[in-house]
Every structure is written in structure tokens, then in C-alpha cells.
């Protein structure tokens, strides 16, 4: 129904900037809530950044002032720009949907997960 394939990631210092990407397939025609969440080695999985269809974001609070998140809706992606990393950020950042339409009209509430894309910041 959705597959979700996530881009970016990789290994940066602290300090520096990196951006993961989403980009959502399948039969959709909207999506409500796209959004990141990450999970560090041994450690639960944790919300990131959302952001709904109106436009509304919800951002962590250890996050807020250095990461945003943005949506394109006609192309169906989100975006994650993670500036000033630091290495607690270290973990693997999984790209959600929550609730779609397709284009039946069809809607489907629930999580849809990425695969995840590896971000390790060295100190």
C-alpha cells in the first residue's frame, strides 16, 4: 500500500548539518502525518519531528532550535534538516506515515515505517 524509502544519512562530525529525505509510493493520494523518528543502539525508538497535512510540526523537545521538517504534499516526500549535530543524535532515523487516502477515497489510518538510514556523528 505505501512503501517509504528513505535517503541522506551518514556519518558527520558534531557540529556539521545533515538532511534525510522520504519519499511515500504506492496508491496515495494524501497523507496526514509524515514524520521522523529515530532509534538509538539500545534504546527505544522515539519521535523526531512530525509534520500533519495542515502544516502543523511537532518537534522533540532535544531537537528543537536545530532540526526542522518539511513536506512537499505533490510530491509526496519529507524532509529532515538536522543542523548543529551532536553525537547523542547518533541512531537510525525511520521516516513514518500516519494515515493516508488513496484514490478511491479509501482511508487507512495506522504507521508505515522505512527501512531506517543510518546518522552517526563522531565527537
Known amino acids: 500500500q505505501v512503501q517509504l524509502v528513505e535517503t541522506g544519512g551518514g556519518l558527520v562530525q558534531a557540529g556539521e548539518s545533515l538532511r534525510v529525505s522520504c519519499a511515500a509510493s504506492g496508491s496515495i493520494s494524501t497523507i496526514q502525518t509524515m514524520g521522523w523518528y529515530r532509534q538509538g543502539s539500545g534504546k527505544q525508538r522515539e519521535l523526531v519531528a512530525t509534520v500533519a497535512l495542515s502544516g502543523r510540526t511537532t518537534i522533540a523537545d532535544s531537537v528543537k532550535g536545530r532540526f526542522s521538517i518539511s513536506r512537499d504534499n505533490a510530491k509526496k516526500t519529507v524532509s529532515l534538516q538536522m543542523d548543529n549535530l551532536k553525537p547523542e543524535d547518533t541512531a537510525v532515523y525511520y521516516c513514518?506515515?500516519?494515515?493516508?487516502?488513496?484514490?478511491?477515497?479509501?482511508?487507512?489510518?495506522?504507521?508505515?515505517w522505512g527501512q531506517g538510514t543510518q546518522v552517526t556523528v563522531s565527537s
Open positions: 513514518n506515515v500516519n494515515g493516508f487516502q488513496d484514490y478511491s477515497g479509501s482511508f487507512y489510518m495506522g504507521d508505515y
